[in-house]
Structure formats: structure tokens, C-alpha cells
């Protein structure tokens, strides 16, 4: 395993035991909002500094963009940290969060780790070696029918000015599927998509550190992903398509008559 990517592991696994700690006391938390439709407990914050101490004490100069802390300068390599990717979920008891930490050089996404720590799935993956869950090899699946698809999205509830133009993708969209789902961790729609158990994938809005490493696994694993416009401004834009490489392509034309100019900037 890369070093960087040992790190990486190391620390997810410690905000992965502070989140699994409190599972069970959400009612004694305390819990501040963000903005609309968006929440930070303290274990969002305690556990993005156990992740920052660990990369710190490895890589003192290099730079973070993490969730609740913001932009820490630095040189060489930028961490992309998530400590609580679904923390909505989290709050309810919903069994759907993950841990996202990524690594990228010169605006090249390089490490990527997603930990889910209820199911205890660790999904990796380093720049040109491939993609792991739980250190095994995984690809993205092999289907190339949209009717055969499972798919996965998010409502733009924090943006509810892009609702109408998600409402009809995900019109046109649904009728071509087998079933589209939402369950609220955009980390790990994208590590589904990377593993196989998502054909595809697309949301509006989003912000880098939901969207970095699932990037990564699922470049490694085999598939694509891209803006609204086809390119590659993904962590500028908050807009992603995602699949494999059969979906991916019928995804962005679906989706593409729906774009506004908005969306597409």
C-alpha cells in the first residue's frame, strides 16, 4: 500500500471508531445548522481533527480542504477531507455514512479512501493501481443496457433553485431504469458506482470533499465520471455523472437537454 494511502486508511479508521462511538447517544449531541437543510454535530468536528493530527503528523506541509475547518495552506500535495459524508443520516440512526478522505498533486486526484464504518467497508484506491475494497480487487459492473441499470441520485434540497431542472432528469431518466435509489451519502453513491452495485450516478451541487475520492475509485475501478458538460470541472462545478463506461455516456445525453445555464458554468 502507498505510504500516503496507509495514512489516509489510518485516519479514517479513527474518525470511523469516534463516529461509532456516539451511534448510540445521538440524542445527547449537540447539533448546530450550517445552512438549509445541512448539520454539524461536534462529531463531525472531533472527527475531522482526529483525521487532520494524522495526516499532520505525517505530512506537516501539506495543504487540507477539509469540511468544517476550511483551507489550510500548504505545498506538494491538497488533502480533500469528509468526515461525516451523510451526517443527516447519522442524526436519524440511518445506517448510510462514510468517512471520505482524498489526496490530489497539481489538481490530480492521487489517494482516495471512503470508509463505511457500520459495514465496516474500506474502499481504496491509489492513482494507476487499481481499486480495493477491503483489500480486493473491484470493478465497475458490466452493464450496458439502461434498462437494466439500479441507479443512484441526491435532491438538490440545499439548492432548491436547481430543483426543476433535476425534477425533469430524473423524469426522463427513470422510466429507462430499473429503479433509481437515494440514500443520502453522496461518498458512497460514487463507491457503489465504483464496486458495481450502481450502475451510474449523477447529483447537482455538491461540494469537492462529497465528490473526490469516489472520483478516484471510480476511474481506478474502470468507470467515468464528468460534469453536466462532459469535461472534467467536476470539483468546480459541484455537477457530476458517473458510471460505468456503457452508462456513463447514455447518462450525459439524458441528462444534457436538461442542463441550464447555470448548471452549466
Known amino acids: 500500500m502507498h505510504p500516503m494511502l496507509n495514512t489516509a486508511v489510518k485516519a479514517a479508521r479513527q ?3 469516534i463516529i461509532m ?3 448510540d447517544r445521538i440524542d445527547q449531541l449537540t447539533i448546530e445548522s450550517k445552512g438549509r437543510h445541512d448539520f454539524v454535530t461536534e462529531i463531525d ?5 482526529a483525521i487532520i493530527d494524522t495526516i499532520r503528523s505525517a505530512y506537516p506541509g501539506h495543504a487540507i480542504i477539509a469540511e468544517e475547518s476550511g483551507q ?3 505545498e506538494d500535495y491538497e488533502w480533500i477531507i469528509d468526515p461525516l459524508d451523510g451526517t443527516t443520516n447519522f442524526l436519524h440512526g440511518f445506517p448510510q455514512f462514510a468517512v471520505s478522505i482524498c489526496a490530489r498533486k497539481n489538481g490530480v486526484l492521487d489517494q482516495a479512501v471512503i470508509f463505511d464504518p457500520v459495514k465496516n467497508e474500506l474502499f481504496t484506491a491509489s492513482r494507476g493501481q487499481g481499486a480495493q475494497l477491503n483489500s480486493r480487487r ?3 459492473s458490466t452493464v450496458s443496457q439502461m434498462s437494466n441499470t439500479l441507479l443512484a441520485t441526491g435532491f438538490p434540497v440545499r439548492q432548491p433553485g436547481h430543483m426543476d431542472a433535476w425534477t425533469k432528469m430524473f423524469s426522463t431518466i427513470l422510466p429507462r431504469t430499473s429503479g433509481i435509489r437515494r440514500a443520502g451519502s453522496a461518498a458512497l453513491d460514487l463507491a457503489y458506482v465504483a464496486v458495481g452495485r450502481f450502475d451510474g450516478f449523477w447529483e447537482i451541487g455538491l461540494h469537492s470533499w462529497d465528490m473526490a475520492a469516489g472520483c478516484l475509485l471510480i ?17 468546480e462545478s459541484g455537477n457530476i455523472i458517473a458510471g460505468n463506461p456503457e452508462i456513463y455516456p447514455q447518462l450525459l445525453r439524458l441528462i444534457g437537454p436538461h442542463v441550464t445555464a447555470e448548471l452549466s458554468t
Open 15 to 17: 474518525a470511523g471508531n
Open 21 to 23: 462511538r456516539h451511534l
Open 45 to 49: 468536528r472531533n472527527a475531522e481533527l
Open 72 to 74: 489550510q495552506p500548504g
Open 138 to 140: 473491484m470493478r465497475v
Open 219 to 235: 476511474q481506478e475501478a474502470g468507470g467515468m465520471s464528468g460534469d453536466f458538460l462532459g469535461g472534467q470541472k467536476i470539483l
